[in-house]
């Protein structure tokens, strides 16, 4: 895979393709601009070898149709006050008025396309689409892990038009924690998978039999565990259909002498709302009527304990409904106690992204991942399909 060090690019139209789908209130600011930030270096060593620079994002769902409250011209004043330099917006990403203004830029210039995913053809990873965005430049950059696992035009297709096609400093950073983690790591290697679902996380449960020494399970992936083991998870979340492939993973593990940890207790409500009534019981005793809705204190000292003997850590998904108080020490404890251990840390997800910036340790986690989809796809084993187009490339 090219890396932008590797190429020229002064003087050139330099096409950054990077992930500003920040957060936003209901009052449009900017809640969270880690993902800005984390593109700066790139930028900035852009803009320290001369080049001009284009870059395009998407922002939310607007399903193909311009949705004005999607514009990324907030995102642009942002990326302005973070470099300290005047950042134009275009009025779409492909165009004439686009291809005006590319015309005109000079080396320094820092221009903000348009939502990408205002055309459906980005979705589509449509050849003609991604032909006009490639035509707006000389060297095409992807710094967009968070989008890597999608076949989508601008980060797939691009690279069959753009003249050169190389990695920003945010996919390499992305790329090398995970690799070495899990090419060579510092054992052992404990990985923890907590969240919803065990369909959405079986291939990076299966693809991480292959490495891993140890396996923590939390949130209401582990009720299914739990319920394959025989105990009754009352009116917890249970994927019932999948206790034949929860029980093989188990078995798996004992082959392989993996350890794998479920919890002992769990913390249990009376509904699945913030004000139900909720107490803290033995898995054995989860009342038929009640659902587990985070893991309990037993628990919480149990996996820091694992923690504290951990030279290697990746984590994806959190270990209970962490978005309401009652049911958020699980996860929030666990964030304690990686960033307390003396392991390499590696976490991702979407939703662990947050638990994590809630508990405000982020910096005492080795490496935060940018991406959720992507991130699992790494875990899953696989080549990101953004990765492959660039590869195709060199
Ligand atoms: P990530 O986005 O980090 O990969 P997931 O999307 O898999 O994580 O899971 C996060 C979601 O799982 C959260 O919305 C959380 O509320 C939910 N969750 C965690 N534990 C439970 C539980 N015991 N019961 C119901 N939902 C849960
Ligand atoms: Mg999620």
Redesign the pocket.
């Given at each position: 895979m090219k890396v932008i060090q590797d190429i020229d690019i002064k003087d050139k139209k330099v096409f950054f393709r990077v992930d500003f789908n920040v957060p936003l209130d209901e009052l449009q600011n900017i809640t969270d601009d880690s993902r800005i930030r984390a593109v700066l270096p790139t930028l900035r060593y852009a803009l320290d070898h001369q080049a001009k620079l284009i870059v395009a994002s998407h922002m939310g769902r607007p399903r193909g149709k311009v949705v004005p409250e999607l514009s990324l011209g907030l995102v642009a004043k942002r990326l302005g006050r973070l470099l300290e330099k005047e950042v134009i917006v275009a009025n779409d990403c492909v165009g004439p008025e686009v291809n005006q203004l590319v015309s005109k830029m000079k080396v320094g210039d820092v221009v903000l396309l348009e939502n990408l995913r205002f055309h459906q053809e980005e979705i589509n990873n449509d050849d003609t689409f991604a032909k006009a965005l490639a035509e707006l430049c000389d060297v095409y950059i992807n710094d967009a892990f968070a989008v890597s696992h999608r076949i989508n035009a601008s980060v797939a297709a691009i690279t069959k038009f753009a003249p050169v096609s190389a990695a920003g400093f945010l996919l390499q950073k992305e790329l090398n924690y995970f690799e070495q983690a899990m090419s060579a790591p510092m054992r052992p290697l404990v990985a923890i998978i907590?969240?919803?679902?065990v369909s959405?996380?079986l291939g990076a449960l299966e693809n991480m039999l292959e490495h891993v020494d140890k396996f923590i399970i939390g949130?209401?992936m582990a009720?299914t565990f739990l319920y394959c083991s025989g105990l009754d998870v009352g009116k917890?979340?249970v994927e019932a259909d999948l206790k034949d492939v929860a029980c093989a993973v188990m078995k798996m593990a004992a082959e392989k002498n993996i350890k794998f940890y479920l919890p002992v207790d769990v913390v249990v409500a009376s509904r699945f709302d913030p004000k139900a009534e909720a107490k803290i019981v033995p898995v054995q005793e989860i009342p038929p009527e009640w659902?587990?809705?985070?893991i309990g204190p037993a628990t919480s000292l149990l996996y820091s304990e694992v923690m504290y003997d951990a030279k290697t850590i990746i984590w994806?998904?959190?270990?209970?409904?962490?978005?309401m108080d009652a049911f958020s020490r699980g996860t929030t404890a666990m964030v304690h106690s990686i960033a307390n251990s003396y392991a390499l840390s590696i976490v991702g997800?979407?939703?662990?992204?947050v638990a994590v910036h809630k508990s405000g340790e982020t910096s005492r986690i080795t490496y935060l991942s940018t991406g959720?989809g992507a991130f699992?796809t790494l875990m899953e084993g696989k080549t990101l399909p953004a990765v492959a187009a660039l590869n195709a490339t060199t």
């Amino acid at each position: 895979m090219k890396v932008i060090q590797d190429i020229d690019i002064k003087d050139k139209k330099v096409f950054f393709r990077v992930d500003f789908n920040v957060p936003l209130d209901e009052l449009q600011n900017i809640t969270d601009d880690s993902r800005i930030r984390a593109v700066l270096p790139t930028l900035r060593y852009a803009l320290d070898h001369q080049a001009k620079l284009i870059v395009a994002s998407h922002m939310g769902r607007p399903r193909g149709k311009v949705v004005p409250e999607l514009s990324l011209g907030l995102v642009a004043k942002r990326l302005g006050r973070l470099l300290e330099k005047e950042v134009i917006v275009a009025n779409d990403c492909v165009g004439p008025e686009v291809n005006q203004l590319v015309s005109k830029m000079k080396v320094g210039d820092v221009v903000l396309l348009e939502n990408l995913r205002f055309h459906q053809e980005e979705i589509n990873n449509d050849d003609t689409f991604a032909k006009a965005l490639a035509e707006l430049c000389d060297v095409y950059i992807n710094d967009a892990f968070a989008v890597s696992h999608r076949i989508n035009a601008s980060v797939a297709a691009i690279t069959k038009f753009a003249p050169v096609s190389a990695a920003g400093f945010l996919l390499q950073k992305e790329l090398n924690y995970f690799e070495q983690a899990m090419s060579a790591p510092m054992r052992p290697l404990v990985a923890i998978i907590g969240g919803a679902k065990v369909s959405d996380k079986l291939g990076a449960l299966e693809n991480m039999l292959e490495h891993v020494d140890k396996f923590i399970i939390g949130g209401s992936m582990a009720n299914t565990f739990l319920y394959c083991s025989g105990l009754d998870v009352g009116k917890s979340t249970v994927e019932a259909d999948l206790k034949d492939v929860a029980c093989a993973v188990m078995k798996m593990a004992a082959e392989k002498n993996i350890k794998f940890y479920l919890p002992v207790d769990v913390v249990v409500a009376s509904r699945f709302d913030p004000k139900a009534e909720a107490k803290i019981v033995p898995v054995q005793e989860i009342p038929p009527e009640w659902m587990a809705l985070d893991i309990g204190p037993a628990t919480s000292l149990l996996y820091s304990e694992v923690m504290y003997d951990a030279k290697t850590i990746i984590w994806n998904g959190p270990m209970g409904v962490f978005e309401m108080d009652a049911f958020s020490r699980g996860t929030t404890a666990m964030v304690h106690s990686i960033a307390n251990s003396y392991a390499l840390s590696i976490v991702g997800g979407g939703d662990t992204d947050v638990a994590v910036h809630k508990s405000g340790e982020t910096s005492r986690i080795t490496y935060l991942s940018t991406g959720g989809g992507a991130f699992l796809t790494l875990m899953e084993g696989k080549t990101l399909p953004a990765v492959a187009a660039l590869n195709a490339t060199t």
